[in-house]
């Protein structure tokens, strides 16, 4: 029975996510942010760590790959990944009009990927962020003094009795999780690598690491940058691409990368469903 930690707490998508992974019989610590999920890994108390890297709505998750880059000596690799589709809920108190709603409570990431609705709908209610929606949904139930509501999942306002309504979203919403641990993956019959670079600043820098990549007719799914916080205009880059590297096409790109930048593997594991 693996041990688990998650950026929590529970009812959150990450938890959900985790759970949709390793089952309702693992054990799972929730960790309050995402640097507490990576620790818990590192120090052996949790098998393995589950934490969001991007939304398609929204992009990266800036702290997760903040993570991997301030602290390249990690031990902790990316051994999969999770995807789920996002579907958010505003939950209000029974009997509540939409009309009498003052201040709407959420996680930043959920009041932005609901930007639009919001703005169509409660152009003049004030939004509040917090640390996750779990959060949004206690401090809806501790305000008294206006009409609250909140966002987030339905599972988070059923135990209290709480009225939902989902709230449409007319392009796809989905949130892709990464896998942690200290031990490598098997081998799947189709995988991902992720890596980060640095690049010496010179023109064409870029182009020309990325040259060897199509030659290998290897297939890029991502890319993102991510200033150093060292030196301004100075920047990491965070590439996904299909294939493992104990693939020679994989190892002839990645030889090539290296005469010219600054290359850690973070992982290589197998694609996850939705991939």
């Not at 089952?23 to 960790?31: F, T």
């Not at 690799?77 to 939950?91: D, F, R």
Request: overall charge positive.
């Amino acid at each position: 029975m693996p041990t688990v930690a998650y950026l929590g707490p529970e009812k959150t998508n990450t938890h959900f996510a985790a759970r949709k992974k390793f089952g309702v019989k693992a054990r799972y610590l929730h960790a309050p942010t995402v640097e507490d999920v990576f620790r818990l890994v590192e120090r052996e108390k949790a098998d393995f760590g589950v934490v969001p890297v991007e939304n398609s709505l929204e992009g990266a998750v800036a702290h997760t790959l903040d993570r991997f880059m301030d602290f390249r000596s990690s031990p902790a690799k990316i051994c999969g990944e999770i995807e789920l589709p996002i579907q958010h809920y505003l939950i209000t108190p029974r009997g509540t009009r939409r009309e009498a709603v003052r201040v709407i409570y959420s996680h930043p990431q959920a009041l932005a990927q609901c930007r639009g609705w919001l703005e169509k709908n409660f152009p003049r209610v004030a939004r509040q962020e917090t640390s996750s929606t779990a959060e949004a949904v206690e401090a809806l139930l501790r305000e008294g003094a206006v009409e609250p509501a909140a966002i987030g999942r339905r599972e988070l306002a059923a135990e209290h009795r709480l009225q939902t309504v989902p709230i449409p979203i007319d392009q796809e919403n989905r949130t892709r999780f990464l896998i942690l641990s200290l031990k490598a993956p098997k081998r799947g019959k189709r995988n991902k690598t992720s890596l980060i670079f640095a690049l010496k600043d010179k023109p064409g820098a870029l182009h020309d690491a990325l040259v060897p990549f199509k030659k290998c007719g290897i297939n890029l799914t991502r890319i993102e940058s991510r200033p150093t916080k060292r030196k301004a205009w100075e920047y990491v880059f965070f590439m996904d691409f299909e294939g493992h590297t104990s693939e020679p096409r994989i190892q002839k790109a990645l030889k090539a990368l290296k005469q010219s930048a600054e290359v850690q593997v973070l992982g290589s594991y197998p694609l996850g469903s939705g991939s």
